[in-house]
């Protein structure tokens, strides 16, 4: 069973582009949440999506948004790109339902750098 | 705020040994409490979870105990192996019914075995 898919796994990006990732979800799971991760913030929820809704946001600026497709994929996008965003944003899928059931699946993330 | 404090920060052990990493968490509401093993290069992939109706959980070499009253939980790993080494992050959440509300993570532990 093909696990969470994350493209692209590396991207270099000017200050103040956007950038737009991608994550494919395991085959069934319905949920789809981002997350980012830096050596000094460690890992923080962006938001999770499922029936192509955003069901739940973390404390991040409006640069940032997401959407979900009907077919669970998810993609992500940061607008107005700061040196700051640099991070590796992580996809996480899980099946719909009570996740203390069954957990969240982890791809290997997108790494992004803002130069 | 930081919702959840994990401690150590890095951590060496012998092999053989056990290695123990201690959380600790504030919102008596969380229901859900996992652990995640991160090798460099790739995603978090779930260790082990409990839920504050037990006290302990065991699955091969990891287990993790859960004292409710201190608000606090922690991952204990036996027999410590070389390829053990890697970051290990406790995370927490509360099932919302509608949706998860993300998970919640510590900062991390870097973990070493020495053979």
């Known amino acids: 069973k093909a696990g969470v898919t994350q493209t692209p796994r590396y991207l270099i990006k000017t200050r103040g582009q956007q950038v737009t990732l991608s994550c494919s979800p395991i085959?069934?799971?319905?949920?789809v949440s981002w997350y980012q991760q830096t050596p000094g913030q460690g890992l923080q929820f962006l938001f999770e999506?499922?029936?192509?809704?955003?069901?739940n946001k973390g404390n991040f600026p409006g640069r940032f948004s997401g959407r979900q497709f009907s077919n669970s994929r998810s993609e992500m996008n940061v607008s107005t790109l700061e040196l700051g965003d640099s991070a590796l944003y992580l996809c996480a899928s899980k099946y719909l339902g009570d996740h203390r059931t069954y957990g969240y699946t982890f791809g290997s993330g997108t790494r992004l750098t803002v130069v | 705020q930081q919702q959840v404090k994990q401690s150590p920060q890095s951590l060496i052990v012998q092999k053989g040994g056990i290695s123990i990493i201690n959380c600790a968490y504030e919102n008596t509401a969380f229901d859900y409490f996992p652990w995640y093993q991160q090798f460099p290069g790739k995603g978090p992939a779930l260790l082990i979870a409990?839920?504050?109706?037990?006290s302990e959980k065991k699955e091969g070499r990891f287990t993790i105990s859960f004292n409710k009253s201190a608000k606090q939980f922690s991952l204990h790993i036996m027999d410590s192996q070389p390829g053990d080494s890697a970051t290990y992050f406790c995370a927490v959440s509360m099932y919302s019914g509608g949706g998860a509300d993300g998970l919640t993570f510590g900062k991390g532990t870097h973990l070493i075995i020495q053979p």
């Open positions: 085959s069934g799971h319905r949920s």
């Open positions: 999506y499922f029936s192509e809704t955003q069901r």
């Open positions: 409990i839920r504050p109706d037990v």
